[in-house]
């Protein structure tokens, strides 16, 4: 795999010693293809070579919409009335998927980080809405009362309203 260093190498070879993609594939060990796909980009675009996979259907795919509206709706009830990634696997089961429950759990594991970051920017953007007028020791006070007993314990970016004790 080539790497930003090695690449560094490359376009020095190339372009400061003018040696010819013939000796550097020598010297590197890599395809001349490879060195002249990189040799030829302008230097303010060269980009960190990363691999990305095709995204195709899955044998979930068609559940994605079911799990998504499932999750969404568990965020809103407490922790101990959630369904669990078994349960959510065998609804989705009993209406025929044939997949395997670790794709299932991937999808919850990355579809509950995706919540949970939405779920932090709506605290904060509720937060700032009521100090914004605000400052000082009164800022603190109103912004501790007047937002929901449930979301008083959650991160925000202001550190002294995370310990409030109601």
């Keep these: ?39 030829r980009v302008p230097e303010e675009s060269v980009v960190p070579p990363r691999y990305q996979r095709e995204q195709k259907p899955t044998k979930l795919s068609p559940y994605h919409a079911v799990l998504e509206q499932a999750l969404k709706a568990d965020a809103h009830r407490i922790k101990q ?3 669990s990634a078994r349960a959510l696997f065998a609804q989705i089961t009993a209406s025929g998927y044939t997949g395997s429950y670790s794709r299932v759990t991937d999808f919850i594991r990355d579809e509950i980080f995706l919540l949970s970051r939405s779920f ?46 109601a």
């Excluded at 795999?1 to 000796?23: P, W």
Aim: charged fraction near 20%; aromatic fraction near 6%.
């Design 1 to 39: 795999m080539i790497t930003m260093e090695m690449l560094g190498k490359v376009r020095r070879m190339y372009l400061r010693d003018m040696l010819s993609l013939h000796e550097i594939s020598k010297r590197t060990g890599l395809s001349r293809n490879t060195l002249r796909k990189w040799v």
């Design 81 to 83: 009335n959630r369904r």
């Design 120 to 165: 932090e920017f709506s605290v904060s953007t509720y937060m700032k809405a009521n100090v914004t007028a605000l400052s000082g020791q009164q800022a603190h006070a109103t912004s501790t009362t007047t937002l929901p007993r449930a979301l008083r314990s959650c991160t925000t970016p202001w550190a002294c309203c995370t310990s409030d004790s």
